[in-house]
C-alpha cells in the first residue's frame, strides 16, 4: 500500500506543476453566468490567514484527517505584511512568494498503525513553484520526497531502522509513470496506468493532464444556514472531476478527487 501512495503522491505532485505551469493560460477561461476569475478565487486561498482542519474520508468512511494552511513568505527585514494592504492585482515588493501547507494522519486498511504526512509547497510571487516536500512516516520508517524547480529532479529518501536509501528522478521520468513503477519495483498492473489516462507520451508531444480550470460563484450549506463560496471545478485526463469549494475568504471548505477520496472541512457534521 504505501510504495502505491508514494507513486500516487508523485503523481499528484507532476499533475500540480503542470496546472501551476499552465494556469496562467487555462486560468481565464470563465463559464457563463455567474463566473469567476480562477486568479482571484486562487489568490484568496493563498492569502486566507486562518487556514482548514479538514477531515479525509475514503468512499464515505473518515480515514484521516489534516490542516491546512497557506501563508505569505516575506523579504529578510520586511515589515510584517498585512494583506489588506496591498491590492490582488501585485504584490508589495516587501513580499518573497506563498507557501502552503497540508499536514496530518490517516489509517488505511492494509496499513497497520497510523501514517503522518507533512507536504509543503513554495511559490514565488506570480505564484511558479519553487520548491516541493513531503515527508511520510510510520511507526520507525519515514519516507521524504524533495524537489527544487531549478534542478529539475526529485528525490525520493527511505529510512527505517536498519538502512537509508535515495533515488533520484528527473522531470522526464514522470511523464512515463510505467517505467517509474518498474524502477521503484511497485507491485501495480501496469495496464493499469493505460486505464487511467497514465500512458507514456511520444516525446515528441507534451505531456498534458488536461487541466482547465473554470470557477464561478455557488452557494453551500453549514448546518442549517446556506453561504456564498466559489466553486473551483476541472476534469483530470478528461474523465476524472475534481472540484473545490473554496469560502469568500479562501477558506477550503470541500475537496472532491476521484476514487471517492473527500477533504471536508470541520464546520460540516459527518
Not at 508523485?10 to 477561461?29: A, D, K, Q
Not at 487556514?51 to 480515514?63: E, M, Q, V, Y
Not at 523579504?75 to 504584490?91: K, L
Given at each position: 500500500?504505501?510504495?502505491?501512495?508514494?507513486?500516487?503522491?508523485?503523481?499528484?505532485?507532476?499533475?500540480?506543476m503542470?496546472?501551476?505551469?499552465w494556469?496562467?493560460?487555462?486560468?481565464?477561461?470563465?463559464?457563463?453566468g455567474?463566473?469567476?476569475?480562477?486568479?482571484v478565487?486562487w489568490?484568496?486561498?493563498?492569502?486566507?490567514p486562518?487556514?482548514?482542519?479538514?477531515?479525509?474520508?475514503?468512499?464515505?468512511r473518515?480515514?484521516?484527517?489534516?490542516k491546512w494552511?497557506?501563508?505569505?513568505?516575506?523579504?529578510?527585514?520586511?515589515?510584517?505584511?498585512?494583506?489588506?494592504?496591498?491590492?490582488?492585482?501585485a504584490?508589495?515588493?516587501?513580499v518573497?512568494?506563498?507557501?502552503i501547507?497540508?499536514?496530518g494522519?490517516l489509517?488505511?486498511?492494509?496499513?497497520?498503525g497510523?501514517?503522518?504526512?507533512?507536504f509543503?509547497?513554495?511559490?514565488?510571487?506570480?505564484?511558479?513553484?519553487?520548491?516541493?516536500?513531503?515527508?511520510?512516516?510510520?511507526?520507525?520508517?519515514?519516507?521524504?520526497?524533495?524537489?527544487?524547480a531549478?534542478e529539475?529532479?526529485?528525490?525520493?529518501?527511505?529510512?527505517?531502522?536498519?538502512?537509508?536509501?535515495?533515488?533520484?528522478f528527473?522531470?522526464?521520468?514522470?511523464?512515463?509513470?510505467?517505467?517509474?513503477?518498474?524502477?521503484?519495483?511497485?507491485?501495480?498492473?501496469?495496464?493499469?496506468?493505460?486505464?487511467?489516462?497514465?500512458?507514456?507520451?511520444?516525446?515528441?508531444?507534451?505531456?498534458?493532464?488536461?487541466?482547465?480550470?473554470?470557477?464561478?460563484?455557488?452557494?453551500?450549506?453549514?448546518?442549517?444556514?446556506?453561504?456564498?463560496?466559489?466553486?473551483?471545478?476541472?476534469?483530470?485526463f478528461?474523465r476524472y472531476?475534481?472540484?473545490?469549494?473554496?469560502?469568500?475568504?479562501?477558506?477550503?471548505?470541500?475537496?472532491?478527487?476521484?476514487?471517492?477520496?473527500?477533504?471536508?472541512?470541520?464546520?460540516?457534521?459527518?
Amino acid at each position: 500500500m504505501l510504495p502505491r501512495l508514494i507513486l500516487v503522491l508523485v503523481t499528484l505532485f507532476w499533475m500540480t506543476m503542470n496546472y501551476l505551469l499552465w494556469r496562467s493560460e487555462f486560468g481565464s477561461r470563465n463559464l457563463v453566468g455567474s463566473s469567476v476569475p480562477v486568479e482571484v478565487v486562487w489568490r484568496k486561498i493563498l492569502t486566507e490567514p486562518d487556514g482548514s482542519d479538514l477531515a479525509i474520508l475514503h468512499h464515505n468512511r473518515p480515514i484521516g484527517h489534516g490542516k491546512w494552511s497557506a501563508n505569505i513568505r516575506q523579504n529578510p527585514g520586511a515589515r510584517r505584511i498585512i494583506v489588506e494592504e496591498f491590492p490582488p492585482e501585485a504584490a508589495p515588493e516587501a513580499v518573497a512568494g506563498y507557501r502552503i501547507d497540508f499536514a496530518g494522519t490517516l489509517s488505511l486498511n492494509d496499513v497497520p498503525g497510523r501514517l503522518s504526512y507533512d507536504f509543503s509547497l513554495k511559490m514565488a510571487t506570480n505564484q511558479a513553484w519553487q520548491e516541493f516536500g513531503l515527508t511520510l512516516k510510520l511507526h520507525s520508517a519515514a519516507w521524504r520526497i524533495h524537489s527544487l524547480a531549478t534542478e529539475q529532479t526529485i528525490h525520493i529518501k527511505e529510512q527505517d531502522e536498519s538502512e537509508k536509501s535515495e533515488r533520484i528522478f528527473t522531470f522526464a521520468d514522470l511523464q512515463n509513470p510505467q517505467a517509474l513503477a518498474r524502477q521503484l519495483d511497485l507491485p501495480i498492473p501496469l495496464e493499469i496506468f493505460g486505464v487511467a489516462g497514465l500512458s507514456p507520451k511520444p516525446q515528441t508531444a507534451a505531456p498534458s493532464p488536461g487541466l482547465i480550470w473554470e470557477a464561478w460563484n455557488d452557494w453551500v450549506t453549514i448546518g442549517h444556514t446556506s453561504v456564498r463560496a466559489f466553486r473551483l471545478q476541472c476534469k483530470l485526463f478528461d474523465r476524472y472531476q475534481i472540484v473545490v469549494i473554496v469560502s469568500q475568504v479562501g477558506e477550503i471548505l470541500r475537496v472532491e478527487l476521484p476514487d471517492g477520496w473527500l477533504l471536508l472541512n470541520d464546520q460540516f457534521n459527518l
